[in-house]
Structures are given as structure tokens and as C-alpha cells.
């Protein structure tokens, strides 16, 4: 068997996020160098604050203002920080619970090493020199031997309250679409289509998947199908796709390759748009280097008839 | 409750590093005619199906559609999925089961990490507001767990290590790591590698059946007596994390402590992380505890939870436990459990 393709696949997202009252003024606060939590029924102090009791579901809206310093509750050292965490030298990850809070916040600590840290230990913020209104303008927890600092009084009021969070995401893989896809891949490169036979019911898959959906059983005899089609349905699009260079209104179209049971899909070029019909015989356009087919044209030959494609609609 | 449910049968794939020649329903396949090999069963003859996955270990979205291709989908089937792992679809299955629309249930599960990094790709199940951002990955998150409970006098480096020794010197011919295996250097301090479930590809099944029908095609029906599963508050710093209150709740409610059991399969991909359970649980060394290898032996996202129900199910077939403790987790630091009684006809 060759081997199995690979590529590198990155999911990226910036994730806009709202932020209801009390996340607003914690993160608002943050941006001001005020440390928020927030009151509960039973007179506890949330640090960071929530919006429902995690006990009782109550909401909650009362916010206090608590120091921006505080002492370890439990700790980690991470001598290999990875990308995106807080800092990139050797940190501790640290719980902290804030003078004035009763529960603790999650963030890192700066200190040398592991030795230099103790559960207990007393530390302070350390504010980022950029603050916009996130958990990042904590910069880390240093430590900090001196008086628990004094809150202001803060009410919580904002004149300019972040009401937003743009949380940005990123994961890299290494994409592999295992054997059955592999096979059609590199056979399309060679401008064949390649699908397989189901040995239980017959039927062509083309992709394949590797599976038949119908059976459930394992496929694996390589049957060429194509070049030539039939357009069993299709939709014309009027809206223009960010980044891609093709003209509308355009056709999309399910074709069934000859010789399949299962129909792929693909544009329809070389035809007005507005004379692409069901039935419509077509073959695939392989433009220079492509490794897939870029369009599909008419053939010219007449229309396929109704009952022989019914099937794959 | 009307009716009586069992584990019927149970099939799972090897656990390994990287499954890069197979897709996931390739990898899934063999298992799924395996689970049903055991009884005889066709797919159409299955009355409800199941499945656990998550798109963001390989980065593909909707992944369990693709996977159905592998049930035999087509004609329609009744079906439904979890985002989460497989041991909460065997819940929704047995809860379809119990209320009478179906007779036979197969629930599945799988995971394919290697495309991605585990330990990033997990920071994004945290709150988004105040931890996702700082990207604090899983095994950062449970060293905190686990240096609470050195600090509370639980657990120390020692105990930890015999816990992963323990675990891997199973004869499991699945698991990904068995036998001698160092416990290496720190990853985050306090844990060390070998305190961490190695990192693997794998998917499990199972197949439910109620009442007579489990008889019929099982010698000795694993009987479900009670499952129940509970979540804490998602923020750290508000749980203790030296304790489990949800794994301790849902035992109660599935029952498991109106009589002891022999055997439990806990779900803690951490070393420390079974000693929370144990503790939570009141587990002694009367019982026996993850005999598999449990999640540090392998560990397939979303169906190492699913496997302990199997693994725990399966002794029962095999007539070495009469009355076996199943648990699942999920969430950092052991945020959601879930826990099933099992039990084997008086002999």
C-alpha cells in the first residue's frame, strides 16, 4: 500500500464573545487595575466573580471590589511553558485567592524555580503594561512579601465597560484522511477516479470512505469510474465566496461518474448557467498541475435519460 | 424501574500511538462487527444506537456522521451521538432502553488524538472567559489537583508512582502501555510522565440489551442496577480538589453503596487522580481496582470512559466479578462523573 498522505491543518478562530454584567466589570476592572468579585446569598466572595451561584443557581450581582493581592491555595511547576500561556519562561501555575475572596483564580506565577514556591506563599498581580479588558491583563502573580493591599472602594461602575472578548483559538494537526481516501487522492492527481465496490451490496462508492453506509462493512476493491457524467441535480450560486475566484452566478451540480452508485459534486463550467439541466452530460477540466478536477463541461453528447439516473439522486 | 438491562457484549480496538493509515471509520469498523460477532446481532436487528466522539481531537467537523457509515445508516436508523465520551451515550442508551422504544442499543465511542496535541486541544473545553485564554493545558490543570493533595496529606510522589506501577502491570493485551515503565521526569511538577495516561488512538463498543432479550444472547448478562452522573462548578477555585462530591453523589444514586463491590474500574487518567476516587468512593483494598490498567494503561479520549462500563462488564461475562463499580469522567480535574453498578445472576 503507498503511503498515507499528510498535510498540516491549522483551525483558527477568533471567537467574538459578549459578556454579560458581572463578567463586564471584572474584565472592565481588570483594564483599571481593580480586582472584582462578587457576592453571594450567603455572603461568600467569588474571585472571579460569576453571574449564578455555583451552589444555588441564584443570580448574583453584587460586586465587590478585593486586593490585587492574595496566597497560593495549590501550584504547578511548568518548566515547559507552551504557546499561547502566560509567560515563556519557567512559571508556576497557580491557584490564588485574593485577600478579600473566598474562592481562588487560576493564573501563573513568575519565580525562579519550583523551590521558591509553597502552597501558602503570599503573592500580587502583576498588571500587563497593555490592558484591554481581558484575563490577560493580569500579566502573572509575582510573589510579594510585604501588607495585603487595601481595595479602593471600587463600586464596580464603569464609564467605558468592555462588553466584548475576542478569544482567539488555535489548534495545529497533522491531517491524515486514512486508506479508502488516500487511494482516490493520489488517483486524481493522475486525472482517475477511482471509487470502491461494496462486496456485500454491489454498489460503487465514489469517494469512498472506506465504508458502505448501506452495509456497514469494510470496502476495499478499487473500481475506476468516470471520466464521463450525469448531472443528477443542482443549485446555482448567486453569492461570490470570500477567496475564491470564480465568477457568479455559477452552477454546482451532484454528478454521478459512470459506473457509480454514488453521486460527487462539483461546478459545472463551459455552459451558461442558466441551461445546466438534470441529465446533462458532462466530464471533468483538469487545469495545469491541478491535482483534482477544477470544473466540469459538457460533453456534447445528448442528455442521459431520466430512469438511468433516478437512483442517485 | 420496569425493566432489567445488561452489557451484553463488549469489543474494543488495540490503544495505539497513531492510527495515520486509517480514518476513523476504519479504525471503528472492526470493532463494530466485533461487538456484534459476540451475539450474533445484524445492525438491523439493533433498535437504537449511540455514539461518543469529539471533532476537535482530529479537527474534523461532524466526525460521527462520517463514522455512521460504519453502522449501516442507510436504510434510516434510529440514532443519536454525545459530544462527550462513549460512557455517557451508553446512559442516553440505557435511558431509551428503559423507557421501552427499543430492546437492543449499540453505543459506541472513539478517539483519534494523535492528529493534534492532546494537551491543547483539551484547554478549549475550559470557560472561555477567564482560563481558555491562558491556554493551561490538562496536565497542567491536574498537577494543581495533585499538588492539593499532597499538600493535604492524601497522596506523596511514592504513593503516586505505585499507582502508575500498579496500573501497568496488567495483562490487558489491548493497553497501549503495560509492564515496567519509568516514571520518568516531571511534565508539570508534581507529576511526573509516568503519573500521565499515554497519549492513543482507539474506539470501543458495546451492545445493551433489555430484559429477556440480554438472556437470550448472553450467558451472563453484566445487569445495569443503577447509573447516575453528576457535574461541579467549572471553576477551579471553587471546587476542593482534594475530594469528588459528583463521583460520590452518582455512586450513591446508581446505588453502588448499598452492598460492596469486588471490582471498580475508575476512569483517572491521573495518578492522583485515583486517589480522589478512591477516596470519594470509600474504595479499600478489598476491592479491585482497575485490574484493565485502567486510563493510565491507555487512554483514548472519549472511549476510556466507555471501556471501564466494558472492561467492568466483561468480568462479569467471564464470571470473575459478581458486582463491579464502573466510572467515567470528564472536564478537567475531574469535573463530570458518572458512575454504573454492574451485576452478574447469583451463581
Given amino acids: 500500500m503507498p503511503e498515507v498522505l499528510k498535510a498540516p491543518l491549522v483551525v483558527e478562530f477568533p471567537f467574538t464573545r459578549s459578556l454579560g454584567p458581572v463578567q463586564s466589570a471584572f474584565l472592565t476592572g481588570l483594564r483599571d487595575r481593580v480586582v472584582l468579585g462578587v457576592r453571594t446569598g450567603d455572603d461568600r466572595i467569588l ?18 471590589e478585593v486586593a490585587p493581592t492574595g496566597t497560593v491555595t495549590t501550584w504547578a511547576w511548568n518548566h515547559e511553558p507552551r504557546r499561547g500561556q502566560p509567560l515563556d519562561t519557567p512559571f508556576a501555575w497557580v491557584l490564588v485567592r485574593l485577600d478579600g475572596a473566598d474562592t481562588a483564580l487560576l493564573h501563573a506565577l513568575d519565580a525562579p524555580d519550583p523551590d521558591s514556591v509553597h502552597t501558602g506563599m503570599r503573592v500580587r498581580v502583576r498588571w500587563a503594561e497593555d490592558r484591554v479588558g481581558a484575563i490577560t491583563d493580569i500579566a502573572c502573580f509575582e510573589p510579594y512579601d510585604g501588607e495585603a493591599a487595601r481595595p479602593s472602594g471600587h463600586s464596580g461602575e464603569f464609564e467605558d465597560p468592555v462588553t466584548g472578548i475576542v478569544a482567539a483559538a488555535r489548534l495545529d494537526y497533522t491531517y491524515s484522511p486514512g ?3 488516500t487511494a482516490y487522492i493520489n488517483a486524481l492527481a493522475d486525472h482517475r477516479a477511482v471509487g470502491e465496490r461494496c462486496p456485500s451490496c454491489r454498489k460503487v462508492y465514489v469517494p469512498p470512505r472506506g465504508a458502505c453506509p448501506t452495509c456497514g462493512v469494510a470496502t476495499s476493491e478499487q473500481v475506476e469510474v468516470g471520466p464521463g457524467g450525469t448531472v443528477t441535480t443542482f443549485c446555482i450560486v448567486n453569492i461570490k465566496a470570500k477567496n475564491l475566484d470564480i465568477e457568479v452566478p455559477y452552477v454546482y451540480a451532484h454528478i454521478a461518474l459512470d459506473g457509480a452508485d454514488l453521486a460527487l459534486h462539483g461546478r459545472i463550467g463551459g455552459i451558461p448557467y442558466d441551461q445546466v439541466r438534470m441529465g446533462l452530460r458532462v466530464e471533468p477540466v483538469w487545469t495545469e498541475g491541478g491535482r483534482y478536477p477544477d470544473h466540469y463541461r459538457p460533453t456534447g453528447e445528448p442528455d442521459a435519460d431520466y430512469e438511468t439516473f433516478k437512483e442517485l439522486l | 424501574m420496569s425493566r432489567d438491562i445488561a452489557v451484553i457484549a463488549v469489543a474494543q480496538s488495540d490503544i495505539l500511538r497513531s492510527t495515520a493509515e486509517q480514518s476513523e471509520v476504519e479504525m471503528l469498523m472492526p470493532v463494530l462487527h466485533d461487538v456484534l460477532d459476540r451475539t450474533g446481532l445484524k445492525t438491523a436487528d439493533i433498535g437504537f444506537t449511540c455514539s461518543g466522539s469529539c471533532d476537535y481531537l ?21 440514532e443519536s451521538h454525545v459530544e462527550m465520551d462513549g460512557a455517557w451515550a ?12 427499543a ?52 497522596t506523596d510522589e511514592p504513593a503516586l508512582a505505585e499507582i502508575a506501577a500498579r496500573s501497568r502491570a496488567t495483562d490487558n493485551p489491548r493497553a497501549q502501555l503495560r509492564g515496567s515503565v519509568p516514571q520518568g521526569a516531571y511534565a508539570v511538577r508534581p507529576l511526573r510522565t509516568g503519573d500521565c495516561p499515554p497519549i492513543g488512538d482507539g474506539a470501543a463498543a458495546v451492545i445493551l440489551a433489555a430484559g429477556e432479550r440480554a438472556r ?4 451472563r448478562p453484566a445487569w445495569i442496577r443503577g447509573i447516575d452522573h ?21 455512586a450513591e444514586k446508581a446505588g453502588a453503596f448499598e452492598r460492596p463491590v469486588d471490582t471498580a474500574e475508575l476512569h483517572a487518567p491521573f495518578t492522583s487522580q485515583e486517589v480522589v476516587l478512591r477516596k470519594a468512593l470509600g474504595l479499600d483494598d478489598s476491592v479491585r481496582v482497575n485490574p484493565s490498567g485502567g486510563a493510565l494503561a491507555a487512554n483514548p479520549m472519549m472511549a476510556a470512559g466507555l471501556i471501564r462500563i466494558g472492561e467492568a462488564a466483561s468480568r462479569i461475562h ?3 466479578s459478581d458486582r463491579a463499580l464502573a466510572h467515567a469522567t470528564s472536564g478537567p480535574c475531574l469535573q463530570q462523573n458518572l458512575v454504573a453498578v454492574l451485576e452478574g445472576d447469583p451463581r
Fill in chain 2, 103 to 154: 430492546d437492543t442499543a449499540l453505543v459506541y465511542a472513539y478517539g483519534k488524538s494523535s492528529p493534534g496535541s492532546v494537551r491543547d486541544v483539551l484547554t478549549r473545553q475550559l470557560d472561555p472567559y477567564y482560563v481558555a485564554p491562558l491556554w493551561p493545558d490538562s496536565v497542567a490543570l491536574a498537577a494543581l489537583q495533585a499538588q492539593a493533595l499532597i499538600d493535604a496529606g492524601d
Fill in chain 2, 230 to 250: 453528576r457535574i461541579e462548578a467549572h471553576g477551579l477555585g471553587v471546587r476542593d480538589l482534594t475530594d469528588s462530591p459528583s463521583t460520590r453523589l452518582a
Fill in chain 1, 179 to 181: 486508506r479508502a481516501q
Fill in chain 2, 318 to 320: 467471564r464470571g470473575e
Fill in chain 2, 58 to 78: 482530529a479537527g474534523r467537523a461532524f466526525s460521527f456522521t462520517l463514522a455512521l457509515d460504519g453502522v449501516g445508516a442507510w436504510p434510516p436508523i434510529s
Fill in chain 2, 216 to 219: 437470550e444472547l448472553c450467558p
Fill in chain 1, 47 to 64: 474571585v472571579p466573580p460569576v453571574e449564578y451561584d455555583p451552589v444555588t443557581a441564584e443570580e448574583l450581582r453584587d460586586l465587590v
Fill in chain 2, 90 to 101: 451508553l446512559y442516553e442508551a440505557w435511558t431509551k432502553l428503559l423507557s421501552g422504544d
